[in-house]
């Protein structure tokens, strides 16, 4: 089965977060490490959720001069995540010297995924930080430079997912965050698509945090989201 949800477990304690995984199945769904998460509990969050069974997404997002990200990716294949994230606006030469580092090292590498537009933005945000752009136009030209830049894909807002599919190859990873399935609060989510709308629409990895995380039952809720993502 190609287990196509990743749980984001946003919770500020080891022990919340593993609470949480143990009523997972690591046979349905994969877990998400980001910021808050790893900068509490370190390196030891990611060994537990792996002695769980889990594949694990290390989000950090890391954007830096190209050796810093390459040696900080390479921290995070030696423990053997199975995918990890930068900034795509940390640009070409920062991805290039990632894949030729790990290239050299010859570690296993893990699925290299760079963030286009965060899916909490929109045109008013990108105007902030002096961007006079759509961020569907922002995504297409970040996620053609990561494709040029030997990664294996991008984080975008599924609502990308259909554009993206025209212009990169089938095999690029579309990782689509941003996930609310009908009828739940938006939070601070602004580009949002419900979970069998982002399926149909090409993403191949969907992260969803708290619409699982926050409800009363986090087992229903992932596998009413499976069954509706089967029938999409
Ligand atoms: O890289 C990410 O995972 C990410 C990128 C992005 O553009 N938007 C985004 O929400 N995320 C992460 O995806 C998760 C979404 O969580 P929920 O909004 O609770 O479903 C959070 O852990 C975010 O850090």
């Known amino acids: 089965m190609n287990k196509q949800i990743v749980v984001a477990l946003d919770y500020p304690s080891h022990d919340e977060a593993i609470a949480m995984a143990q009523k997972l199945d690591p046979s349905l769904c994969r877990v998400k490490v980001g910021k808050e998460l790893f900068t509490r509990s370190g390196p030891a969050i990611i060994e537990s959720l792996h002695r769980l069974g889990f594949d694990v997404f290390l989000d950090l997002k890391f954007h830096d001069i190209p050796n810093t990200v390459a040696q900080a990716v390479l921290a995070a294949a030696e423990m053997g995540v199975w995918m990890v994230n930068v900034h795509a606006s940390g640009g070409q030469k920062m991805m290039e010297r990632t894949v030729e580092l790990l290239d050299q090292k010859g570690v296993d590498k893990p699925l290299l995924i760079a963030v286009t537009v965060l899916t909490s933005m929109q045109r008013d945000d990108l105007t902030g930080v002096g961007l006079d752009v759509e961020p569907i136009d922002h995504v297409k030209r970040l996620a053609l430079l990561t494709e040029k830049s030997g990664f294996d894909g991008v984080v975008c807002s599924a ?21 609310r399935p009908m009828g739940a609060s938006a939070d601070d989510q602004k580009r949002i698509v419900t979970p069998q709308d982002a399926v149909r629409d090409g993403s191949d990895y969907l992260v969803i945090g708290r619409p699982i995380t926050q409800s009363e039952n986090p087992v229903k809720t992932l596998e009413d989201i499976l069954s509706d993502i089967k029938n999409a």
């Open 159 to 179: 609502q990308e997912a259909p554009m993206l599919r025209q212009v990169v190859s089938p095999e690029f990873k579309l990782v689509t965050p941003g996930i």
